[in-house]
């Protein structure tokens, strides 16, 4: 069988059941890509492609409260200290900050939502002032986000040392405001609250680079301070920028050169998609899971393949997976149990059925 490209208009309405069993797990585990615009073998695959693996016949499916909470709990005390949680965007909602996702793996807030191309920009100046305009006005959500109860209870679970390391794709450092252990905490996707020069790595807080913006653009400056006044802030996305009309011009959006190196192009401290991880990041990752005995995945769908691959190298090294999530992942294949619960349920039982040997957030 020959799998041709498939054409930008097909793509949303691609069913999976018609491509055969082996070739779709062939595509999946080998990041073979459907459509010719989209880079191979970089860290995240185009949003879209999102390819549910149907559960194996030993999977223990999960749909019940007390259950999952014993599942985890058992997880957390068998592995004496020895688990790698793996975070995503479904921790972080309970906090404002949009999912990618809904439970059937598309975009729970934008259906047609596309993120920006790390090629794009890095190489075209509209795109990047597209996306300094819309992010300047998105950053006051993530600004002033705080903690929920999952970040809290995973939190406490980690300064009590039954976590041994938390890795995040979330980008917000809410883990890290909720207490998570800073040197047994990665960020695998980076963070918004800094940013960086491309050439020479200076780097500034998103609030310095924020205020810059501000003094650039008075007339946007104007604008987001009477969104916020009048309580009627745009749609935001889970990257952080917000959802604007089509008629919304670009062209004036104003934002600084390297202040440092003077020519360098200012970028979020985010892996992009299409952007590799830093070495730095994936060694680090690698590492925790292989000193590991278990994984568990909380509030992910494990889309991206810089995730996904983690979990796959835990099940190859014969850990233990656990998934809580609501809604299918990328992992279910593979994982030992899964919770299709939310996150805060969850994770508030099981820090109460541990509570005596973890103490109080």
Same mark, same amino acid.
Request: aromatic share 8%; hydrophobic share 40%.
């Given at each position: ?12 309405? #691609? ?32 949003? %879209? ?24 709990? $058992? ?14 965007? &479904? ?7 949009? $999912? ?24 075209? *100046?509209?795109?990047?002032?597209? !996306?300094?305009?819309? /992010? !300047?006005? /998105?950053? %006051? ?9 999952? *970040? *809290? ?42 940013? *960086? ?9 998103? +609030? ?10 008075? +007339? ?18 889970? +990257? &952080?920028?917000?959802? #604007? ?6 062209? @004036?959006?104003? !934002? ?7 020519? &360098?192009?200012?970028?979020? %401290? ?25 994984? #568990? ?8 393949? %810089? ?14 997976? @656990? ?8 992992? $279910? ?6 919770? +299709? ?21």
């Amino acid at each position: 069988m020959v799998l041709r490209p498939l054409a930008p208009a097909t793509m949303p309405t #691609l069913r999976f059941s018609t491509i055969p069993r082996p070739l779709l797990v062939r595509c999946l585990h080998e990041h073979t890509l459907l459509h010719p615009r989209i880079p191979v073998l970089r860290t995240k695959v185009r949003p %879209s492609l999102l390819l549910p693996i149907a559960p194996t016949p030993g999977l223990e499916f999960i749909t019940e409260v007390e259950p999952a909470i014993r599942a985890v709990a $058992d997880l957390l005390k068998d592995s004496g200290g020895k688990v790698v949680v793996l975070t995503g965007a &479904g921790v972080s909602t309970d906090s404002g900050i949009p $999912d990618y996702r809904g439970e059937k793996g598309a975009y729970a807030v934008n259906a047609n939502y596309k993120p920006i191309y790390f090629q794009e920009f890095v190489s075209i *100046h509209p795109f990047r002032q597209r !996306y300094w305009a819309r /992010g !300047y006005l /998105g950053w %006051s959500q993530i600004q002033h986000a705080h903690p929920n109860a999952t *970040h *809290h209870s995973l939190a406490s679970l980690h300064r009590a040392g039954l976590i041994s390391h938390l890795i995040t794709q979330n980008v917000d450092r809410l883990h890290q405001a909720a207490g998570s252990l800073p040197d047994h905490t990665t960020e695998l996707h980076g963070t918004l609250h800094e940013v *960086h020069c491309l050439s020479c790595s200076h780097t500034v807080s998103r +609030d310095e680079f924020q205020a810059t913006l501000a003094q650039m653009n008075p +007339d946007w400056a104007q604008w987001a301070a009477g969104l916020e006044q009048s309580g009627t802030r745009p749609q935001t996305n889970p +990257d &952080g920028d917000v959802e #604007l009309p089509a008629s919304i011009s670009y062209a @004036g959006f104003a !934002y600084p050169s390297c202040g440092s190196c003077g020519t &360098g192009v200012m970028k979020p %401290s985010v892996v992009f998609f299409g952007e590799n991880i830093h070495p730095r990041v994936k060694q680090v990752s690698f590492q925790a899971v292989e000193r590991s005995k278990a994984v #568990l995945v909380v509030g992910s769908s494990l889309a991206t393949y %810089s995730a996904f691959r983690l979990v796959k190298v835990a099940k190859e090294l014969g850990k233990q997976v @656990g998934i809580v999530n609501l809604g299918v992942t990328r992992g $279910d294949s593979i994982a030992d149990f899964k919770v +299709d619960l939310g996150c805060a349920l969850v994770f508030s039982g099981v820090q109460r059925m541990l509570d005596g040997g973890v103490g109080s957030s």
